[in-house]
């Protein structure tokens, strides 16, 4: 299946370096840019990869993305930014929240539901759990794992409250990370995680099971 891997490419960043190994072993996959047209074009996309890297040069490409495989059941990956903005996105088309926002990219904004994280974690990892009976737990297991981190925003807890009542699964935590990974119930594939499971891929070679299971 084709694989729009939508991102702002910059391999200073080990994470983007460990995405371009990841790649590599996903037929059918290439990076896409927020600003480049393509990212708008998503309808023969099989699934869409939002990757890490905020802010983004366009982040209503990146929004669109997220409700472009929301609304039509295109499988949807949300790593790191990806997660952060499935979260916007989420909230403001499920849970009434039209106004929220991000505090790196509106710092002003009342009640951003993407907010600094009590411990910024720029190359950290938590113990992150998954959830009993989540689509995470189902391709991870319910054992805690390291999870690596490169950001220094999260989901606040009034913005996980909001999204829970509208029906988005709460899929994993971590401590002074707050939530970890939320997913669509009624989605054949919608998952997004705080944590970057590409990081491990160059050195390994091989896929780790989530992304293993999102391209399959």
Known sequence: MRIVALGDRDTKYLTHREVDA??????????????????????????????PGTPYRDADAALHA????????TRFLGTCG????????????RAGLAATAHAESDP???????????????????????????RLAQICGTAPFDGYHYCGYG?????????????VTIAAT??????????LPDHPFFLATAFQPQVGVGASGRLPALLAAFAH
């Open 22 to 51: 990841a790649l590599a072993l996903l037929e059918g996959a290439d990076w896409v840019a927020t600003d480049d047209p393509a990212a708008r074009d998503l309808d023969g996309a099989g699934g869409v990869w939002l990757l």
């Open 66 to 73: 997220v409700r472009h495989c929301a609304t039509t059941g």
């Open 82 to 93: 990806g997660f952060q903005y499935a979260c916007i996105a989420l909230a403001r088309d």
């Open 108 to 134: 002003d904004a009342p009640a951003p539901i993407i907010a600094p994280l009590q411990c910024s974690l720029y190359g950290e990892t938590r113990t992150v759990t998954p959830v009993a009976g989540t």
């Open 155 to 167: 989901l606040s807890d009034d913005g996980a409250g909001a999204l829970r009542d509208a029906g």
């Open 174 to 183: 971590a401590p002074d990370a707050g939530v970890e990974a939320i997913e």
